[in-house]
Each structure stands twice: as C-alpha cells, then as structure tokens.
C-alpha cells in the first residue's frame, strides 16, 4: 500500500497537526519509547563503545560487500537454503509470485518486512489473485485499514485503540466498541492462529545474514515469523544485501543494539536463526539490491546502508513525532528514509531532506552511528544542484548571496530595509507570512549593534 | 589577547542587546575586542537551504574580516557550528582552515578559553535553559541526553555562577525548539507545533525567563511566548552573565 | 542474470576495505560473573517471565501439577522418565498436530543473564513449531549454564552447527496497539524458566 498523494511533507504535516490532542498524544506516546530506550541504554556503561563497534563492522561489511554476498551465498546452498537475486522490487515480487504460482499456492502469511513494503509486494499479489496477511499485529491492523505503516517498528503506532477496535469490530467481528487492547490483541490472535495452521507459504524479512555460516536471523516479540516459517512448506525470506554481517559472533553486538534501541527491550522475546530447512519445507533467500547498490557508491551516502531499521531516529525526531508517518510518503519515514529515499526518486522524494531542523538527536540514538543529519545536509545540496528546488527559492537565495558578499549591500536602507527584513522569513508582518501564522514577529530595535557601535567610544574596528 | 566579535546577522539587527552584552561582558574579563565593522553573515540561511555553493562571496568577505585575531567569538552556537564546519574560501584557505580553529560560541569561550570561575552577575528570577541543537549537539557545550556519557554543561556551569538565580531544567532536557532557518516557514505546522511545545514545557516548570546560547531558538520562543501574551521572557545568556557585574 | 549483474554493481561501488574491529574488548568488559543467576532472574522477571528456582525433576513436575490438568496435551523433551509425549516420539508427527498443544517443557543449555534470553536448537526442540504453538512454554536451566551477555553467548555457541536456533526471553508479546504491553500475542501466553540447582 503506497500513500498515494501527491501531497509533500509540509502540507501532511500540516494536515496532521489540524488535530493538536492528536499530535499531542502521537509525540507523548513515541517519546516515551524514546525514553525507555535511554533508560535501556544507560544500563549498560559500555555503550559507546557498543555502537562504535557495531558501526565499524557494518563499514567493514560495506567496504567487502560483494565477497561477504558471495560468501553468503555458497553457505547458504550447503545449508539447503535456495538463493535467490532480485535487482529491483519487480524481479523481486515476480520472484516470490512465481515460487507460489509453480506450487498452486494463492494465500500466503507474512510476518514484517520494510523491504516488502519498499517494494509493494502486497499490492502486486493483489492484483495477481494471491491473498496476502500481515500477521504482525501493528501490521494486520493498518492492513485492515488499508494503511501502510506509519513507522517501521511500530506500524500503527498512529491509530487509538478506539479506531482500532472499529476496525476489529468489521472485520474480524470483535464486539462493538470494544477497545481494550488484551480483548483485541486475543482477537487477532485468534484469527491469525487459523491463518497460521492453513497457509502453506509464509514470507518473512530478515534482520542479519551471516556471510560466515549462512545463516539468517529474524527477531521478533510476537513469534509470528516462527509461526508462520514452522507451520508452511515454503518459506520464504526477503533480504536487502546490506543485511549481511560477516561473522555469527557478530550478533552478540548487534542483537545487544537492536532492541534496546527500539524499543528499550533488552531483546527481543524471539531471536531465531535459520540455517537449514527443516524436513520436508524449503527455505528460500531472496537477495534484493533496489537502488542499494547505486547508494552504496554514493560517497557521501552509503553510510545509510549501516541501518539495521531499529527505527530510534523516528522516535526521537521532533518532526516524526510531530508530523506523523504518513506525512513521509515513503516505505521508510523518518530520518532514515529521508536520507534513503532520495537515492530511490529524487524528485519525488526532494521534500524530505527538508523536512529536519538537523537537530542532530537522530545521529546521536542511532545504534550503528549513521551520520544521519549531516546526510540530510548534504542531500540539500545535491537536490538544489540537480534541479529539484523551486526557481523562487533559488532567485531569493541569489539575492541573498550577492547581499552578504557585500557589506555596502547589507548596511543599505536604514531600519525598514535591513537585510534581516528583506530576507529573514520571519520579518513580514501580514496574514501571508508562515512565520505569522502562530508566532509573532521580532520587535525591530531603534539601531542595529553595527549603528550602535559607530556611535560607541573608542570602538576598535 | 586579540578577540573579535563575530555578531550573526540577526542579532545585529533585532537583538542588539546581546551583542552588547556580549561585547561587555568580553572587555570586563580582560579581552581586547574588535568589531569588524564590514562583517554581514555566515552563511548559513544559504547552505541549509542547499545553496552551499552560493556562499563562495560571504565566505570569502568572512576571511577578510576575520583573520589575524586571537579568538573569535560568537553569541551564537548555530553561526559558530556553522563556520566551524563550512567555512572554505578559494585562495585564502589556510586563512580560513585558522579561523575554523579560532572560533567559539561565547560560553565555550567564557569555560574552555577563559576558565572563568566567578563571575559577580546578578539576576534574581527563574530561569529555563534552552539547549539550542547546534550548541549542544555540533559544538558539545553540554551532554546530550542520548548518549550514555558523563554530565556537564557549559552555559549551566556559568548560568549557576550567577547569584539569585534559580536554574530550571525543563521535562524534555534538550528536545529542538522547531525554529530550523527557513524550516520555519516551509515546515510552517511542525516547526510551530515544536516551539509551543518547547514553551509550554518551560512555562510548566514555573521559569520566568528562558535563555539559550542561541539567539535563534529564543527568537522562535519569543514569537510564540508574546503570540500567547505570555509574561514569560527569552533573554540571551550573555545578557545574564553580564547583568549586574 | 541479476546476481551478477548485483554483484559486480557492489564491487564496483564498495568503498576500499576497512578492517573488522576488535571484539575483544568489549567481551573482556562485558564478562562479569557476579552472581548471574540473580541477574537473569531479576531481567527474566521485568520481561514478563515465572522463574523458579528448584532442586530437582520432582519439585519441576510438582509446579507444573499445580497450573496444568493432566488431560492437556503436553510435551516435553525432558530426558527424566514422565508422564509427558516425549518430543522425539513426535519428530515427525505433521506439525499442524501441534495445534492443540497446551505445554511445551524444553531444556536449554544456555542463559543469559543481560537479556533473559534462553538459547534452544532444534536438536532441544524437536519440531520447530513446538516452543511457539504451545499455550503456554516451560523451560529447565542449569544455574551454570548462565552467561553475563549476548557476547560471551556466541562464544559458547562458536560455530555449533545446527539446522535452527533460537533465543527467547520471554511469553510472546504485543505493544502494537498504543503500546500497551499485552502477553500472548501469537506464541506461549506464558513462559515459566526452572533453574536447576
């Protein structure tokens, strides 16, 4: 499900802050997950040195890349596991389609997977017959929505228990106005359970593949992907190729990150790794590259690739937490997807390098140290050079250049034509002006510190 | 010692009273301050837009104020952070690579520079710090509440040298104030939401004043704080440091 | 054909090597052996686990007694003789058999104390599905068989080679409706750990 919109982050934020109680309860409630991660974090004095260490494997992955797939690969085949290549999010859903079509299987279970989402693969099974459900619960619920999530970890992070309950009550005939989430998650527990026992496919993403034995590990706190691998005769696991890590001994730093980074959990309660079919099943990798290849030789840009999608920076951005998921228009919102998803369409997704104060917290919570808010800076610049800004902004930011190039220009036209006036956003004072909307302007002084100081005695220039 | 006085371009023109202070405040600890009269801005508006590549003449009339000083010094963390990381100019780069070098937001200056222990200000009130993004975050001139690392703070260490004044933490120790440059009118909703929230936290604390080391910040809280008819005001740290000294 | 297509697009791209990090650093800071027993049972507890501290099979089955009906369908992989399917004897029963099962007692030979986590191979399982289709889930620990964390747990394992591994900490749990901490989300509505003396 894609947001379809062509809508851009300021006007979704716009719309989601119509409702301030709302955002009021969507930025309460996803600080407090911020919050939980920090308390999960400062238990553990060796921190720091946890995120350096992960960030410097995942740069090592980056740099070895292709050895570590093909090394991946080769142990993967002896495990009995079938590899498969996608290059982009077509090759990959044709893929899966053809793997169920060969089989005369039309109903698949599927636990999360962003990568899924990033290609639309719910979508396009629609269309080809296939039934697909979401067995996550956040998942299931924006599903039945016919939402896509609004946050990678927390997909319905969004809705009220009330909406959620309405949305039970119609399809999966929980009582009328029930809202209490113990009744609705045994609901959906229920009919997912039923799911489970009859599907014969079940796809699920991956969280790390180990280059080293060829192993893949899926972490969840529900037990869905588990249930739904166990019980199916083909299992079916989509995978981007920065999902490598070199070596098993690796997990114990990153399955250390993950969690706590998320979601304040010191684990999560399921950590399974998969390394054989087990009898009678088949176990198939779909190894995916869509556009990661061309980011990963995007100097400034690859580092993006490090993410193991634990989704902190969502939850400590003010914009996330005040703007809503939604109001990305991507698989991916968030910092992260602001900083990934330019790499997949430039021109659509050119908002949201914009759409930051660059505060910096995001670079500061992520586990593996991506340089986040520096890249959100830098795809500024390369969107502004390859065309993708508006011609009035670029005319002002001319006229403000040859301005601050020249102190003659800059000192001109007394009080009402300051620079700052002429320039500063904030300056007009009429209805049209955004800055108007909700904040007064600055009271302008009677002299400038420039003025002030021509007049002082003795002033040293 | 040789100091200049680097004033950002808004603090020049709507808050002249910091830039005072700041100047004041610099002389009364001993430092010989020069203002260079020909000095406009850093840059920033234009490279946080994406137009990094159209601030080569600011650059360039940046190097030409400010070589040759001991120090610079700023009353602004945004505009220190930025000259700190951006500042490059064709043919007069070793100028500038020494100027990155040179320049400090004031109260890192006032702490890491000076080592000032005491300092006889005065300001009887309630006051809320603001920890502006750029300050914190680039310049490190406090902890930040992410990271599992030591506490200390810069502008709280000096703020609680003044007598009479009672330093309140907010419930959010440095969430961002929203004010972003042209983030504030392109992301007009968000940015707006940020600062009211920002507000109501200090406002909930009971502060009479919330300061910051970024007059940015306080601009952004000032418009919201007086749209309300708030009897909460901003005032900049420099203007505390030096009240009554 | 896409896979070389990819690979040789990666090859082309990757930046020039850069070396793996140290580990042994943070496994020598992280292996503290105070009392990890206490520690696991504490982090074990906060995660929504029963943990009982026991000295035999007899007091393992007297607790189970008092919570499970002896005409539930249980299963365990208990080697001690018991009143139990045996989870060998069902190896290859069709796991959708499995659904109406209401315990599942399994041994584990690893914890660790930092997370609650409990290491299980399929060697220990069985059927895969068992540990997440039961009801409810019991697992029996030794009180050596702690580690402080998940770093020295990989050291343990080394390279073990099994089919399928698991690390669980814990019943199967939700948060996803307003993050509202629900047990029993679509695995075991509980776990109770026993931690033999």
Redesign the interface.
């Known amino acids: 499900m894609s947001t379809a919109t062509d809508k851009h982050h300021p006007q979704l934020a716009a719309d989601f802050n119509r409702d301030e109680p709302r955002v009021n309860w969507h930025d309460e409630?996803l600080w407090?997950?911020r919050a939980k991660r920090d308390m999960a974090a400062h238990k553990l004095p060796?921190w720091e040195?946890?995120r350096?260490?992960a960030s410097?494997?995942k740069?090592?992955v980056?740099?070895?890349?292709?050895s570590y797939?093909?090394q991946f690969?080769a142990n993967a085949n002896k495990?009995g596991i079938i590899v498969h290549?996608?290059?982009d999010a077509a090759?990959h859903n044709q893929i899966v389609y053809n793997l169920l079509e060969q089989r005369g299987i039309r109903k698949m279970v599927k636990s999360k997977s962003m990568l899924t989402e990033e290609c639309h693969l719910n979508e396009y099974l629609k269309e080809q017959g296939i039934d697909v459900i979401d067995?996550?619960?956040?998942e299931r619920?924006v599903q039945l929505a016919n939402e896509p999530p609004s946050h990678i970890v927390?997909?319905?992070?969004h809705?009220?228990?009330e909406e959620?309950g309405d949305i039970f009550h119609e399809h999966l005939g929980s009582a009328k106005g029930e809202s209490d989430?113990?009744i609705?998650?045994?609901t959906?527990?229920q009919h997912?359970?039923e799911v489970?026992?009859t599907r014969r496919a079940a796809l699920t993403g991956v969280n790390f593949a180990v280059a080293e034995?060829g192993e893949f590990v899926i972490c969840t706190?529900?037990?869905?992907a588990?249930?739904g691998a166990?019980?199916a005769e083909i299992h079916i696991a989509s995978m981007g190729?920065e999902k490598i890590i070199?070596e098993?001994?690796?997990?114990?730093?990153f399955?250390?990150l993950l969690t706590r980074s998320a979601?304040g959990?010191?684990?999560?309660?399921?950590?399974?790794?998969?390394?054989?079919?087990?009898?009678g099943s088949e176990i198939h990798l779909i190894?995916v590259?869509n556009g990661r290849?061309?980011q990963?030789?995007r100097?400034d840009f690859?580092n993006s690739l490090k993410c193991i999608r634990c989704g902190a920076c969502m939850n400590t951005c003010p914009v996330y937490r005040k703007s809503g998921g939604h109001s990305y228009h991507t698989a991916i919102a968030g910092p992260i997807g602001s900083i990934l998803a330019p790499n997949l369409d430039m021109k659509k997704y050119a908002d949201l390098p914009f759409a930051s104060t660059l505060c910096g917290s995001c670079s500061n919570v992520c586990p593996v140290k991506i340089d986040i808010h520096d890249q959100l800076y830098k795809w500024r610049q390369v969107i502004v050079k390859e065309g993708y800004s508006p011609k009035a902004k670029t005319m002002a930011m001319k006229a403000m250049a040859l301005t601050l190039s020249s102190p003659a220009l800059y000192r001109m036209g007394g009080k009402t034509g300051r620079f700052v006036f002429k320039y500063a956003p904030f300056a007009v004072n009429n209805k049209f002006n955004p800055w108007y909307n909700q904040r007064e302007m600055p009271k302008a002084p009677d002299q400038s510190f420039g003025e002030w100081y021509a007049k002082r005695k003795g002033a040293k220039n | 010692m040789r100091v200049a006085l680097f004033v950002p371009c808004y603090v020049d023109q709507f808050y002249p009273q910091a830039a005072i202070a700041t100047l004041e405040l610099l002389e009364k600890l001993g430092c010989e301050v020069h203002y260079p009269k020909n000095q406009t801005c850093c840059g920033q508006p234009m490279a946080n837009s994406g137009y990094e590549h159209l601030t080569g003449g600011c650059n360039s009339l940046f190097v030409d104020n400010f070589s040759g000083f001991d120090y610079i010094v700023c009353p602004s963390g945004s505009c220190t952070l930025h000259i700190k990381e951006h500042l490059h100019a064709d043919g007069k780069e070793m100028q500038a690579a020494e100027i990155r070098k040179k320049v400090y937001e004031l109260t890192e200056f006032l702490v890491d520079v000076l080592r000032v222990k005491q300092l006889g200000a005065s300001f009887p009130y309630r006051v809320g710090l603001h920890q502006s993004c750029h300050g914190l975050r680039g310049l490190r001139i406090a902890q930040m509440s992410e990271l599992v690392a030591d506490p200390f703070s810069k502008p709280g260490q000096l703020l609680n040298m003044v007598s009479g004044l009672e330093l309140v933490t907010p419930g959010r120790a440095d969430d961002c104030c929203g004010f972003g440059g042209t983030f504030c009118v392109v992301e007009e909703a968000v940015s707006a939401k940020m600062g009211k929230d920002r507000v109501a936290d200090h406002v909930s604390h009971g502060v009479q004043y919330i300061t910051s080391a970024d007059l940015s910040c306080l601009m952004h809280l000032e418009g919201i704080l007086r749209r309300q008819n708030s009897g909460v005001k901003v005032i900049h740290i420099a203007e505390i440091l030096n009240n009554s000294l | 054909?896409?896979?070389d297509?990819?690979?040789a697009?990666?090859?082309?791209?990757?930046?020039?090597?850069?070396?793996?990090?140290d580990?042994d650093?943070?496994n020598n800071?992280?292996n503290v052996r105070t009392d990890l027993v206490t520690k696991y049972k504490t982090?074990a507890t906060a995660?929504g686990t029963f943990v009982h501290e026991v000295n035999g099979f007899d007091k393992i089955k007297a607790i189970l007694k008092q919570n499970f009906r002896p005409e539930v369908k249980i299963i365990s992989a208990l080697n001690e003789p018991s009143d139990y399917i045996y989870t060998d004897t069902v190896k290859?029963e069709d796991?959708?058999n499995f659904?109406d099962v209401e315990l599942t007692i399994l041994r584990s030979n690893l914890g660790?104390a930092?997370?609650?986590?409990l290491w299980l191979t399929?060697k220990q399982i069985g059927?895969?599905?068992l540990?997440?289709?039961a009801q409810h889930l019991a697992v029996v620990i030794g009180k050596d068989d702690f580690v402080p964390?998940?770093?020295?747990?990989?050291?343990v394992?080394g390279?073990a080679d099994?089919?399928?591994?698991?690390?669980?900490?814990?019943?199967?749990?939700?948060?996803?409706?307003?993050?509202?901490l629900?047990i029993?989300?679509?695995?075991?509505r509980s776990l109770s750990v026993f931690i033999l003396s």
């Open positions: 409630t407090w997950v060796e040195l946890l350096e260490t410097q494997i740069l090592n980056l740099s070895n890349l292709s797939l093909e690969e495990n290549w996608a290059q090759e067995s996550d619960l956040g619920i927390l997909p319905c992070i809705k009220k228990k959620i989430p113990k609705l998650t045994e959906a527990r997912l359970r489970f026992l034995t706190n529900e037990g869905n588990d249930m166990h019980l190729i070199p098993r001994k690796h997990l114990g730093v399955l250390r979601t959990q010191p684990i999560t309660t399921y950590s399974s790794h998969f390394s054989k079919p087990q009898d190894i590259d290849s061309v990963l030789g100097e690859r | 054909m896409s896979r297509k990819i690979l697009a990666v090859k082309l791209n990757q930046p020039a090597a850069l070396p793996l990090p580990m650093v943070l800071l992280t982090v995660g290859f796991r959708h659904a660790v930092e997370n609650g986590a399929d059927s895969r599905v540990p997440f289709i964390t998940m770093a020295q747990a990989y050291q394992i390279d099994y089919g399928y591994g698991s690390f669980i900490s814990g019943p199967s749990k939700t948060a996803d409706i307003e993050q509202s629900v029993g989300a679509h695995g075991p």
